[in-house]
Each structure stands twice: as C-alpha cells, then as structure tokens.
C-alpha cells in the first residue's frame, strides 16, 4: 500500500510532485488553517504529515495519527509548535528546513531596521493621508546606522546573515546567546560576545533571532527594555513570545526606547492594539520567509526530508532531541 501524506495547507507545486512519488496525498480542498478537530482528523492514518507553524503538533496528535506516522515535517525553521520528546518518545522523526530562509529572513530583519530607524512606514502614511509637506532640513530624521552597534541575540545562521548585511552599513556587531560562535564567525564578522544584559546596554539595535523555547520566552520584558538605551531600536523577526509585548508597547509609547520593527507577534495574528496606534514602530505581517524563491525551497526541503524518511533513509535536516 502506498504511504499515506498528509499535508495541512497548499504548499507549490514542485514539493507536492514529490510527495506525489512517494505515497497518497491528501490535502485540505479548499486550503484553509485547519482547526485542531480537522488536524487530528485528517492525519488519521498518516505514515507522513507536511506541516506548518501554525499546526499543533503533540502527543495528541501523533495519537489521532497512529502508530504507523514516522515523520512530521514543518515548513519552517522554527518548531516551538512541536512538542518534539513527545514525538520522538513515538519513534516519530521530526525535521525543520533551516538554511533556506536565511537569507530571506535576514533580509525582512534588515529591511525592518532600515524601515524604523530611517521612519519609511511614518512617511508613507504622511503621503497617503495626503498630508501636506515640504522639504526641509530637519524634515522626518532618522536615525544613521555608520558606525552604530548591532547586538543580536542568537548567532545562528539567521544572526549571522544579519550581522553581514549590518557590517555593510557599516556597524559594529555584538551578540549574545547560549554559546560562544565559531571563532572564524566572530573573526569574519569583528564581533564580540556580551552577556545579555551587557548587550541591551550597549547596543544601538538589537535584533532577535534566539529560537523561542521555555528559556527565551520574554526574554525582552520590562527590565530588558528599560535597560535599552533610550535610542535604542528593537527588531523581532523570530517568534512574538520572545518578546513581552504589552511591555513593548508602554516602552515604545513612553519613549523608553525608540522604535521597533516587529514581523512576529505574541498572539499571531492579532497584534497589540496599542503597537497599531504607535508612530515608532514597523509592522510586518511574519512575511520573513516570504520571497517565491525561499517558500519553494523550504517546500521542497520539507518534501524531500519526508520522502527520504518514508523510504527508511536519513532526512536532510532531521530536528534533534
Ligand atoms: C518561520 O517563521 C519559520 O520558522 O520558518
Ligand atoms: C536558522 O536557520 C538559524 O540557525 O538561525
């Protein structure tokens, strides 16, 4: 019998042809998010399950699936939304497509940075609303990035990507995270490592790009914000939970810092209604990896690292425990 795959949402065409090789697919007609009753009930009987960020994945869910599932694979990096031991305790491989999106990501995170800290979205509005301006010298100032500090939090691949672009425009770069980076990276990048608290003191801006865990939710609370400088800019292209939001959005109305751009939210899709009444922050709706080019790669990577467990092979990027 052919395996039976289960994919939750429309994904492009050259991954599904994958998935076609390999087994049975079933996919929601129309697409839709599928609610957590859907969810359990179509991957009843699933060897594979393609999924996406917004699909819990559990021990109740391998559960509705049975005892034949052998791999559930996200089309994302982040996998906050797998209860991995549980999987894994079911003898459940679970992969992620990290790499592909990385540069797609770095460059919404920059294109944030860029959007606050020169005040894009304020003139935009100004020009929509058909407000009346004028050239002038002290007309919408940004703020300049040569020779200012970036301090990311979490060099991974993503953080690097980000660090590179900002050693272009001519920052410094500090960071932070579980472990120290490969010496060749900090070399590459002139980067230096602080602890947290060191790095939201001295940074100019501070982008996130730490996976969320139990560890690194609101790790930028209150206290992390007031000892942001005044000046500082906030960009948070990893998951909203990282971030306190409601205090994001007193610090930024108070002018405890000076502005973010945030492409992820604490309870996506709502976004604080206080954040949407504020001049000083860039929104985007988690469009990180949204470019054609990325979301066909980490289709196709997801398809590949299903298709590879089916057939008893190593996947790709498998997540470990
Ligand atoms: C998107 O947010 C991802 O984790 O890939
Ligand atoms: C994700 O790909 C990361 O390691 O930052």
Not at 180 to 191: I, Y
Not at 225 to 244: C, E, H, Q, W, Y
Request: hydrophobic fraction near 45%; glycine fraction near 8%; aromatic fraction near 4%.
């Amino acid at each position: 019998m052919k395996p039976r795959i289960v994919v939750t949402r429309k994904i492009p065409e050259p991954a599904l042809e994958l998935l076609r090789e390999a087994g049975q697919v079933w996919l929601p007609e129309p697409d839709h998010l599928l609610s957590t009753e859907e969810l359990h009930a179509a991957v009843a009987g699933a060897d594979a399950v393609v999924s996406t960020l917004q699909d819990r994945v559990d021990g109740a869910f391998a559960d509705a699936a049975g005892p034949q599932l052998k791999v559930v694979s996200t089309i994302a990096v982040g996998y906050d939304n797998i209860d991995v031991p549980a999987l894994h305790a079911r003898d459940v491989v679970v992969t992620n497509t990290p790499g592909v999106l990385t540069d797609a990501t770095a460059d919404l995170a920059f294109g944030l940075l860029l959007s606050v800290t020169r005040r894009l979205g304020e003139g935009e509005r100004l020009l929509r609303d058909r407000k009346p301006w004028q050239f002038h010298l002290g007309f919408l100032l940004g703020t300049g990035l040569q020779g200012k500090t970036l301090g990311i939090v979490g060099l991974g691949q993503i953080g690097t990507a980000v660090a590179r672009r900002a050693r272009a425009f001519g920052m410094d770069i500090v960071y932070t995270g579980r472990r120290r980076a490969a010496e060749d990276v900090e070399r590459e990048l002139s980067a230096r490592y602080l602890p947290l608290e060191e790095l939201l003191r001295s940074s100019d801006v501070v982008s996130l790009h730490c996976p969320l865990t139990p560890q690194t939710r609101h790790l930028i609370d209150a206290d992390a914000l007031a000892s942001m400088k005044p000046t500082a800019f906030l960009i948070n292209t990893t998951r909203g939970p990282v971030v306190d939001e409601e205090a994001l959005a007193e610090a930024l109305a108070r002018g405890v810092i000076a502005g973010a751009g945030l492409d992820v939210f604490e309870k996506e899709p709502e976004v604080h209604p206080a954040l949407l009444e504020l001049e000083n922050v860039a929104l985007t709706p988690h469009l990180g990896s949204a470019t054609t080019e990325t979301r066909t790669a980490m289709a196709v990577l997801a398809a590949r690292n299903a298709v590879a467990v089916l057939r008893g092979e190593e996947p790709p990027t498998p997540v470990r425990s």
